[in-house]
């Protein structure tokens, strides 16, 4: 990820704009749901959200709407965040069921506009995100490389070892040496270092972890995780990385880290 300096500036002003966005909102409470869906299908028959908005409040269904705020999504709650972010400027929300204490309801919501104020701080920060996303995207791209080029696992008898099974032996399977993936050029993983990397995931029992139906579930991110971390030993002791000066001086500054 040597390379990796900077981001794509079309992906840092989508990620800036998520972190600094305001939005200029109308809404309306509603103590029923019913009355809640009725201006619902009114709006969408081709009524203004103001002139429905008016009725239900003059008729006592609703209360709430006034001149539109500017909010920040961190304000909404996430339910409600989520659909307001899906939204055009003029559009209308569904209804949307909302709680503030005691009190329970529904809503309906109007989007009136959207702003981003500047703020530099934010907009680094998405830079730096940015930046870490692309190195993290580069840096699997890598791992995937030295999966085609190294690894062959043997799919079929992995996605048949049923761990979760009542009748399964698992502690026989720890000792087990059939081989689950092959590693160009060093030692293959076997069903019992596999079993073995499941039981330190699941250091409450494996037991409990497969009644909850987990370790199905959690054998190939398992195996992977093995497969990740051998492969890249391999590659690291072939560009003999270890010899290298800057190697052994990072090694040197996260020892005496470690050490303090």
């Known amino acids: 990820t040597k390379d990796v300096k900077e ?21 309306l409470f509603f103590d029923k749901e019913d009355d809640a869906k009725t201006m619902a299908a009114a709006i969408k028959a081709g009524q203004s959200f103001e002139d429905v908005a008016a009725k239900a409040v ?29 939204m055009g400027t003029g559009s209308v929300s569904p209804v949307l069921p909302v709680q ?8 309906i919501i109007k989007l009136e506009d ?22 993290s995207a580069v840096w699997e791209q890598y791992k995937t490389s030295l999966l085609k080029k190294n690894v062959k696992t043997r799919d079929t008898f992995i996605k048949n070892l049923d761990l979760d099974s009542p009748k399964t032996d698992l502690d026989k399977l720890l000792k087990d040496k059939r081989v689950v993936a092959e590693i160009k050029g060093e030692k293959p993983i076997t069903v019992g270092q596999l079993m073995e990397a499941l039981r330190e995931k699941h250091y409450h029992g494996m037991a409990q972890a497969a009644k909850s139906k987990k370790l199905n579930k959690d054998k190939r991110p398992a195996l992977f995780s093995i497969i990740s971390k051998r492969v890249i030993e391999k590659d690291a002791a072939e560009r003999r990385i270890a010899d290298k000066s800057e190697y052994k001086q990072d090694l040197k500054e996260q020892r005496n880290s470690s050490l303090f």
């Open 100 to 107: 503030s204490g005691k009190t329970a309801g529904f809503t």
């Open 58 to 86: 003059a008729d006592k269904k609703a209360k709430g709407i006034e001149e539109g705020n500017y909010v920040k999504p961190r304000d909404l709650a996430p339910h409600v965040m989520e659909a307001v972010a899906t």
């Open 7 to 27: 981001a794509d500036p079309a992906a840092v002003d989508k990620r800036y704009k998520e972190m600094v966005v305001e939005w200029k909102v109308k809404s």
């Open 114 to 135: 959207k702003r981003y104020p500047d703020d530099p701080a934010a907009r680094e920060q998405a830079e730096k995100a940015m930046v870490n996303a692309k190195r």
